[in-house]
């Protein structure tokens, strides 16, 4: 039996640690959730992660400094940021290598569906 994919959720929000978790466990998914970016950094999770789901803005390192962290440290892992701060017009810029989506808050379950499908497509 295959184990199933790790998606781990990084967002200083508690409410969004536990719930989003809770979504994507019906939808298959192993699951980690981090209150920090250095949290995730710091964990023995990054090597199996298959997809992040990655808050912008969090004290500490943020979602984009997260992400450059990951990179320079040779983890290329997708990345689907969710926010609940900015508009559309700030999307192009966090639409960079390695990086699936921009989800604004509050986003459907569908709108993640796609998202997680980009991130992780079925061979």
Do not use: N, Y
Not at 92 to 111: I, M, N, R, W
């Amino acid at each position: 039996m295959q184990r199933p994919l790790l998606v781990a959720v990084v967002d200083d929000d508690e409410s969004v640690r536990e719930s989003l978790p809770d979504l994507l466990k019906e939808f298959g998914f192993a699951v980690e959730a981090f209150s920090s970016g250095q949290g995730f950094l710091d964990s023995p999770c990054v090597a199996q992660t298959r997809c992040l789901i990655l808050d912008v803005a969090m004290p500490g390192l943020s979602g984009p400094d997260l992400h450059a962290a990951l990179k320079v440290r040779g983890h290329a892992i997708p990345v689907i940021f969710i926010t609940a701060h900015g508009d559309a017009s700030d999307r192009p810029e966090l639409l960079s290598d390695g990086v699936v989506d921009c989800l604004f808050k509050p986003f459907s379950e569908a709108q993640l569906l796609r998202a997680l499908s980009a991130a992780m497509p079925l061979d």
